[in-house]
């Protein structure tokens, strides 16, 4: 029995909580654990500040590139299967047949739920399609269920860490009054959807309506669009407080009801995070105007949501939009420079340039063809100079704004007003501007001609068009219509290339140039020919070129560091394959997981799908069809195949120690490591061998049990960028991947190498306790290790290094070589990580790295320890006689097999491992400048001591062909 004063008191609770807003105090409590939430689980910083709002921002170590930044499920999410129960989202029944549904929702409401979502898509302005009717409409379920269940234990709630709908309140809503407005309509129409009190069950007080319409309202401003969900949508709590960018360093991907933020580019210490809300990736929107604006200071809702599908988003690989942006103007964003290049004078800014390695041209460039001294009137005057252009090969592009900082939006996408010559620096007149617009207006109308007037229309109908052609639903009359288009599309193509050649003013990377070579790609998509071929690599090279400056290609080679180059070069493969070049589309495959796997780590499920189709395609146009018709089912198997684990015990295979180990102990191996100092086995295993141990690689790499390497330099923690390890010693790991767990378990390697090791060396330790086993994954993308020695002093056991690599079809494109500088001697050995070859050198006497790889690379790491005297106090130093030091030939053959090579080889090898450390770490990787700085310290302190100083200069004299690329294996 309640009292009437408790009673009294818990409704007040309730109201507070759930129909009246948060209260401060809750407000505060839910920021503090979503901030809680991303630094401890994500490293993330949720920053509050006055000018820009809510946004996060990177630790103050940062982030390289290509890195996984988050991952989460969708708080809340509707799906766009109109047959499918809306909580279960399977096509086995709809939702009123759902016992699920019918357990949990209101019996009143059940059957009528398809009549609900129909009605609130046809009729509220600000629900416009049925994922977010059926988001909206689960989020009131539980607003009714909270409510009730808040008047009973709101107190309870806040102990316990709040309530389903609480973390809500910290969200951004834009659009309010309208929102509130169709919750209003509801509230008529369907009152029983939202809470009322139990006395009048049809009349939703105030309040609750209150509630509903910000439900909505952020809803809708918050939502990541779901391809895989019909499409749907979902609310992401963490992943929605990005700030937007129209050069965002951070993407994306989706897949079902997941979502990963991945780095597009390195992100300084504290740099913010952000993301294209409007996706627009290349083109600053329709008709030359970015649809990028917002409302509210936040972000808006709305029309950008159909705008952004109807740009076909279906049929891509599940990288989210932003759903919402709403078009509240035609901005054309300027997409380009940072905005802090606004303003200052040339001088300053040249060197700013200069300082942050830019120029980057624009989506909107246009080729500088000015003399200072010129003034124009028409376009058309122009002409004559773009014969002699005063400023060759420079690039104009549009910068900065004059609306930036409009009160309270300061970060908001605005009219670039300004154009500069990002190479010659000089300011582009407003009579150049307006030319340079007319002709951008001029090949898009060239574009839009014979597209008819409606543009939206027809991109329904390239929409409706791909949908097809991607999921093999293919109506009659088609062969008829595809001579049509064909004709349709060569006028247009020698419409746009003859525009490029009387009107140049526009740069063949131009968004506009794209525009009309895509529609008509699009337009061919049904025809499987090498005519749509053609086109479709067209698109492919502008979107490259124009990404690659925004973008570049991770260690500078293939395709540039962005999401839509996955999604486009899996649209090439599907083309070339339906046209009969398998080869073609297995590259562009090949190339699409390349790039996508850079983007969101190889245990991704749709990535996982671009490696199966690169290894096996889909040959011809009916194979591609039913393959992209079967594409949910296939996604869902390799799903389910991640949860079962289906790894363990999958190869019940012995690998051949027996005939390994006669090859480790052999006089061969013997004279090699002593005399060369390293040891080449090729065919270690055998073929089934290396093959089940990549799988085994490629395994762990898929279920994310890889992490990002981790090295300590000196006083820093860095990560090198693409690179993945696991280390074996964890038994859990071992019981999945058995064969690779029988490298570090099994006795063999150490009894094979223990009588290779040259005399004075001792033993090697048996036992687990005294080997290491490293799998490592290079995600290509140039990712390197720079000159270093595994046992590089005191701590470490190590006597030898046995290196497995597992890389079928290696060629040189793919790079990744290891390079072994014995010390002083000549110029390195460069070995190809080739698949099944074993390379074994000493751990604290053999300097080496591994060059840049840009094709993913997979290599075993063994390191055996020494039974006694590694690093003894000998090793630690140098000591060397007088005739010695007076011989600096004697002096150097002592060096070469002797550890104490250590002491001075950053000094003697400066400049080579400065290099390969800025290799390894790749332009502005977070980290970078710290080790870099201590590899100066370092040579710096060894100069500091005169004797080390004349040593060192004697011992730089002596190393011959430094950097030079020697024998090759
Ligand atoms: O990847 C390789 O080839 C060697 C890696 C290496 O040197 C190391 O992990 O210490
Ligand atoms: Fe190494």
Not at 67 to 76: K, P
Not at 91 to 113: G, K, M, N, T, W
Not at 530 to 548: F, K
Request: hydrophobic fraction near 35%.
């Amino acid at each position: 029995m309640v009292s009437g004063a408790s009673k009294k008191k818990k409704k007040k609770a309730a109201a507070a909580l759930s129909l009246a807003g948060p209260t401060s105090s809750l407000l505060k409590a839910v920021y503090t654990r979503l901030a809680n939430t991303l630094h401890a689980q994500f490293g993330l910083v949720l920053v509050q500040n006055k000018e820009k709002g809510r946004y996060c921002r990177a630790p103050p170590q940062g982030f390289e590139p290509g890195r996984v930044l988050l991952e989460e499920e969708a708080y809340i999410w509707g799906n766009g299967h109109a047959e499918w129960c809306l909580e279960c989202d399977t096509p086995s029944h709809a939702s009123p047949a759902c016992p699920r549904i019918r357990a949990s929702y209101p019996p009143s409401i059940v059957p009528l739920l398809p009549a609900i979502e129909n009605w609130m898509m046809e009729d509220l302005e600000r629900v416009q399609s049925l994922d977010r009717a059926r988001a909206w409409i689960k989020a009131l379920i539980r607003l009714r269920a909270e409510t009730k269940e808040g008047m009973a234990t709101a107190g309870e709630k806040e102990k316990e860490g709040g309530g389903w709908l609480d973390p809500l309140w910290a969200l951004t809503a834009c659009n309010l009054e309208q929102c509130l407005q169709d919750a209003r309509k509801l509230a008529h129409k369907f009152p029983r959807l939202l809470p009322s009190p139990p006395s009048s069950p049809s009349s939703p007080s105030a309040a609750s309506i209150a509630v509903a319409g910000r439900l909505l309202a952020l809803l809708n401003t918050n939502s990541h669009e779901l391809e895989e969900l019909g499409p749907g949508s979902g609310l992401f709590l963490h992943a929605c407080l990005l700030e937007h960018s129209c050069l965002p360093n951070c993407a994306f991907a989706t897949y079902g009801t997941k979502l990963r933020l991945v780095s597009l580019t390195a992100i300084p210490p504290n740099g913010s995070l952000s993301i294209d809300y409007a996706n627009l990736y290349y083109s600053p929107g329709a008709k030359g105007g970015r649809e990028g604006g917002r409302e509210g200071g936040g972000r808006g809702e709305g029309g950008g949501r159909e705008w952004a599908r109807k740009q076909g988003k279906k049929g891509k690989r599940g990288w989210a939009t932003k759903t919402f942006v709403h078009v509240t103007r035609s901005i054309p964003c300027s997409l380009t420079l940072s905005r802090r290049a606004t303003g200052p004078p040339s001088g300053v800014l040249r060197l700013f340039l200069s300082m942050r390695g830019l120029p980057r041209p624009s989506a909107r460039p246009v080729p500088c063809f000015s003399l200072p001294c010129l003034s124009f009137s028409t376009a058309s005057s122009l002409l004559p100079r773009l014969q002699s252009p005063g400023c060759e090969g420079g690039v104009v592009c549009p910068f900065g704004d004059e609306e930036e900082g409009r009160e309270g939006r300061p970060h908001e996408p605005s009219v670039p007003t300004r154009w500069r010559c990002l190479r010659c620096m000089r300011e582009a007149s407003p009579t150049e501007i307006a030319a340079f617009q007319a002709a951008e207006e001029e090949i898009l109308g060239a574009e839009s001609e014979d597209e008819g007037s409606d543009e939206d229309e027809e991109r329904g109908d390239r929409r409706k068009e791909e949908k097809e052609e991607e999921e093999g639903e293919e109506k009659g009359g088609k062969e008829g219509e595809r001579v049509d288009e064909g004709k349709v599309e060569a006028v247009e193509e020698e419409k746009v290339d003859s525009l490029l050649r009387t009107l140049p003013l526009v740069h063949p990377t131009h968004f506009a140039v794209l525009n009309a070579v895509e529609s008509t790609a699009h337009r061919l998509i049904r025809d499987p020919s090498s005519q749509s071929v053609r086109y479709w690599e067209r698109v492919l090279t502008i979107v490259n070129e124009g990404l690659s400056d925004l973008y570049p290609p991770p260690g500078g080679k293939g395709y540039a560091h962005h999401p839509e180059l996955a999604i486009l070069l899996d649209r090439v493969a599907q083309v070339k394959a339906s046209a009969g070049d398998t080869e073609g589309a297995r590259q562009c495959w090949a190339a699409a997981y390349q790039c996508a796997s850079l983007l969101t780590g190889p245990n991704w499920v749709p990535t996982i799908d671009l490696r199966r189709l690169a290894e096996d395609p889909p040959s011809t146009r009916e194979e591609v069809l039913s393959y992209y018709n079967e594409r949910e089912k296939i996604l869902n198997q390799i799903s389910d195949d991640m949860k079962e684990e289906k790894m363990v015990g999958k190869h019940s295979i012995e690998l051949d120690w027996k005939a390994l180990k006669v090859r480790l102990g052999s006089e061969e191996s013997r004279g090699a490591l002593e005399t060369q100092g390293m040891v080449i086995l090729d065919n270690a295993f055998g073929e089934t061998g290396a093959k089940a141990m990549r799988e085994e690689i490629v395994f762990l790499a898929e279920r994310g049990l890889m992490t990002p390497n981790q090295t300590r330099f000196g006083p820093h923690e860095v990560r090198k960028p693409f690179i993945w390890e696991a280390d074996m010693h964890d038994p859990l790991l071992r019981a999945r991947v058995p064969i690779l767990g029988s490298l570090l378990e099994r006795e063999a390697l150490t009894e094979g190498l223990t009588p290779a090791l040259p005399p004075g060396l001792g033993g090697l330790r048996r036992g687990m306790k005294g080997r290491a086993l490293k799998v490592q994954r290079n995600g290509g993308g140039g990712g390197s290790f720079a000159w270093h020695y595994d046992n590089p002093g005191k701590g470490s056991q190590r006597r030898l290094t046995c290196l497995l690599y597992l890389n079928p079809g290696w060629c040189q494109e793919h790079g990744g070589e290891l390079v072994l500088q014995p010390f002083l001697e000549g110029s390195p050995t460069v070995i190809a990580p080739l698949m099944d070859r074993m390379v074994i050198f000493r751990s604290d006497a053999m300097l080496h790295r591994v060059m840049p790889a840009h094709h993913e690379r997979y290599c075993l790491t063994v390191w055996l320890d020494g039974d006694h005297n590694v690093n003894s106090e000998r090793d630690l130093q140098l000591r060397f006689s007088s005739a010695e030091a007076a011989d600096p030939e004697v002096l150097a053959r002592k060096l070469r097999f002797s550890p104490s090579q250590r002491l001075v080889s950053r000094a003697v090898y400066a400049e080579e491992y400065q290099k390969s450390l800025r290799e390894c770490m790749a332009g502005d990787t977070p980290g970078a400048k710290e080790m870099l700085a201590a590899h100066d310290d370092h040579v710096q302190a060894v100069k500091q001591n005169p004797a080390m100083q004349a040593l060192v200069e004697t011992l730089r004299k002596l190393k011959k062909g430094a950097g030079d690329v020697g024998m090759n294996m």
